[in-house]
């Protein structure tokens, strides 16, 4: 089985990102599969505050909260579906999803996605996230760091020295 992301759950079990789904371990009864459903390649995930798990997967983010997962599917305006590498869930609840080229952003309670861009950037591939005391940062490809203050509506380049050619995975 290839392990593509680990995370802990919010009872503290290990729940593990693979290319046959997502997987929890029970002590005492092993690993077993959790979904979602068809148990797709799932390329990143994360598990929010709350305990919903987010799977990034070749067509955009499953969601599962308590025992049902719901499929959000994320689609560019050339109609291709988006191939989402990374997943998180803000502090204040919005999803950020990094996708094969772009990265995209869905506000706290809506059910659609919008691009995210810079003031010198169409658009940017997230690669990576992470979050402290409402600052976010996204390591991305080709972008160098990129950072957003107010929840992920806006973003720019955090500091100078990176020449932009990197591939920032974490």
């Known amino acids: 089985q290839v392990i593509t992301d680990v995370a802990l759950d919010e ?3 290990m729940v593990a ?3 046959a789904g997502v997987w929890r371990h029970e002590a005492g009864s092993g690993w077993t599969a959790i979904g979602p459903p068809g148990l797709p390649a799932i390329r990143d995930l994360h598990v929010a505050e709350d305990g919903t798990i987010l ?3 070749y067509a955009g983010v499953w969601l599962r909260s308590g025992t049902s997962w719901v499929n959000s599917p994320i689609t560019g305006s050339d ?12 502090e204040s609840g919005a999803l950020i999803a990094g996708a094969s080229w772009d990265s995209w952003r869905r506000a706290p309670g809506q059910t659609s996605w919008s691009l995210m ?10 690669q990576s996230i992470n979050e402290r005391d ?8 080709f972008s160098g760091v990129l950072q957003s203050y107010d929840d ?12 932009g050619s990197e591939d920032i995975q974490d």
């Open 55 to 57: 799977a990034g997967y």
């Open 11 to 13: 009872n503290d079990r």
């Open 17 to 19: 990102a693979t290319h």
């Open 134 to 141: 409402g600052r976010l940062l996204a390591g991305t490809r």
């Open 79 to 90: 109609g291709a579906p988006r191939d989402v590498s990374s997943v998180w869930q803000t």
């Open 117 to 126: 861009n810079t003031d010198q950037l169409p658009w940017f591939d997230v």
């Open 152 to 163: 992920g509506q806006t973003w720019y380049p955090a500091g100078t020295g990176l020449s």
